[in-house]
T-cell receptor
Framework: DTGVSQDPRHKITKRGQNVTFRCDPI?????LYWYRQTLGQGPEFLTY????????KSRLLSDRFSAERPKGSFSTLEIQRTEQGDSAMYLC??????????FGQGTRLTVV | GNSVTQMEGPVTLSEEAFLTINCTYT??????LFWYVQYPGEGLQLLLK?????DKGSNKGFEATYRKETTSFHLEKGSVQVSDSAVYFC?????????????FGKGTHLIIQP
């Protein structure tokens, strides 16, 4: 158990709807990362936070994707106007500056 | 940009066989290198890491050596068990250090038969 929890574990949505995923790292994780993983591929980095500051967001896939970490604890990833190509596993990871990333079990999104 | 190439699976071995999963990378500077493992139904877990050339990471009988001259970080285990069946990912971090924006390979599915 890495201590990183994600909710929901599975989400099925209709094309065009907005979805939001939540990630709760442990309190020691001042860094928080979001990745996307499609079938047969390794995780693809999207964005990360140090405390509440979003330090890298140029790798978000489009302007339909946004992430927040308002109090430096939990984080949310929102996808607006979902498309079928957004179907994937969305992974969150927590860590500290000097440690490796600890991954949650992910949220599997299916857009129908 | 950074990239990681690892051997494609599935790799099927018998219990107690010797395992090698090849991983090579392209990066500017000197990245840290990682192997992550994903067991069925579970999240990614760090298996081992190496932060500089010639370092050897080891854990649970697995080993990998950071080879700068060949830009490789091959994963090895002398005697695999059925419980080692999983997907293994090689990854590197930006040379700035830490775990910012890890770049992963596509993963290698390992199947160990009794």
């Amino acid at each position: 158990d890495t201590g990183v929890s994600q909710d929901p574990r599975h989400k099925i949505t209709k094309r065009g709807q907005n979805v939001t995923f939540r990630c709760d790292p442990i309190s020691e994780h001042n860094r928080l990362y979001w990745y996307r993983q499609t079938l047969g591929q390794g995780p693809e980095f999207l964005t990360y936070f140090q405390n509440e500051a979003q330090l890298e967001k140029s790798r978000l896939l489009s302007d339909r994707f946004s992430a927040e970490r308002p109090k430096g604890s939990f984080s949310t990833l929102e996808i607006q106007r979902t498309e079928q190509g957004d179907s994937a596993m969305y992974l969150c990871a927590g860590g500290q500056v000097t440690t490796e990333a600890f991954f949650g079990q992910g949220t599997r999104l299916t857009v129908v | 940009g950074n990239s990681v190439t690892q051997m494609e699976g599935p790799v099927t071995l018998s219990e107690e066989a010797f395992l090698t999963i090849n991983c090579t990378y392209t990066a500017t500077g000197y990245p840290s290198l990682f192997w992550y493992v994903q067991y069925p139904g579970e999240g990614l877990q760090l298996l081992l890491k190496a932060t500089k050339a010639d370092d050897k990471g080891s854990n649970k009988g697995f080993e990998a050596t950071y080879r700068k001259e060949t830009t490789s970080f091959h994963l090895e285990k002398g005697s695999v068990q059925v419980s080692d069946s999983a997907v293994y990912f090689c990854a590197l971090s930006d040379p700035g250090g830490g775990a910012d924006g890890l770049t992963f390979g596509k993963g290698t599915h390992l199947i160990i038969q009794p």
